[in-house]
T-cell receptor, first 109, second 113 residues
Framework: GQQVMQIPQYQHVQEGEDFTTYCNSS?????IQWYKQRPGGHPVFLIQ?????EVKKQKRLTFQFGEAKKNSSLHITATQTTDVGTYFC?????????FGKGTSLLVTP | DGGITQSPKYLFRKEGQNVTLSCEQN?????MYWYRQDPGQGLRLIYY???????QKGDIAEGYSVSREKKESFPLTVTSAQKNPTAFYLC????????????FGQGTRLTVV
């Protein structure tokens, strides 16, 4: 199946520091979605990017979709303890939604 | 309330027994998915279905079976052929095609002893 790779696997930051997770696909994606899973919870949809080069912002979160539609990033500015969780990217191939392995973010006060 | 429901939340079974995990949605979504989550492995696709009476294998379908007799329901059976069944199982649903954000159930944590 489609390979969606995410790095880093883990990230530990001090509260107030920035955080970035990267997602790379072996094939061109029709779109990319981002999800957040809190510890003990289930993934929750954050955003979808469709256009080449697209940039979207949600408060302190900035999402980018690469020009070739093969990579994406999620950047959090000035992390807070509420940002703790695992962030997943997901790419659609036909009707199969394939997820990366996720980046687990730990924020220390 | 609209949503997707998985039951039970915790399930214990003896090795060698088949077990069926329930997934029901009332969101009128055509597409439904089953994922397995293990520590450090992310979400791995087991099976997915776009329409009633049709489904496709994902990356790790061996040892699992599904049915889609109703649009609202997509049960997953973990068979005795699955070598490492202990895991967290997540069901999701979405509208078809580009733009279909996936809604997840609360998950079922299966422990086989």
């Amino acid at each position: 199946g489609q390979q969606v790779m995410q790095i880093p696997q883990y990230q530990h930051v001090q509260e107030g520091e920035d955080f970035t997770t990267y997602c790379n696909s072996s094939t061109t994606l029709s779109n990319i979605q981002w999800y957040k899973q809190r510890p003990g919870g289930h993934p929750v949809f954050l955003i979808q990017l469709v256009k080449s080069g697209e940039v979207k912002k949600q408060k302190r979160l900035t999402f980018q979709f690469g020009e070739a539609k093969k990579n994406s990033s999620l950047h959090i500015t000035a992390t807070q303890t509420t940002d703790v969780g695992t962030y997943f990217c997901a790419g659609l191939t036909g009707y199969a939604l394939n997820f990366g392995k996720g980046t687990s973010l730990l924020v220390t006060p | 309330d609209g949503g997707i429901t998985q039951s039970p939340k915790y399930l214990f079974r003896k090795e060698g027994q088949n077990v069926t995990l329930s997934c029901e949605q009332n969101l009128n979504h055509d597409a439904m998915y089953w994922y397995r989550q293990d520590p450090g492995q992310g979400l791995r696709l087991i099976y997915y279905s776009q329409i009633v009476n049709d489904f496709q294998k994902g990356d790790i379908a061996e040892g699992y079976s599904v049915s889609r007799e109703k649009k609202e329901s997509f049960p997953l059976t973990v068979t005795s052929a699955q070598k490492n069944p202990t895991a967290f199982y997540l069901c999701a649903s979405s509208h078809l095609g580009v733009g279909g954000e996936a809604f997840f159930g609360q998950g079922t944590r299966l422990t086989v002893v």
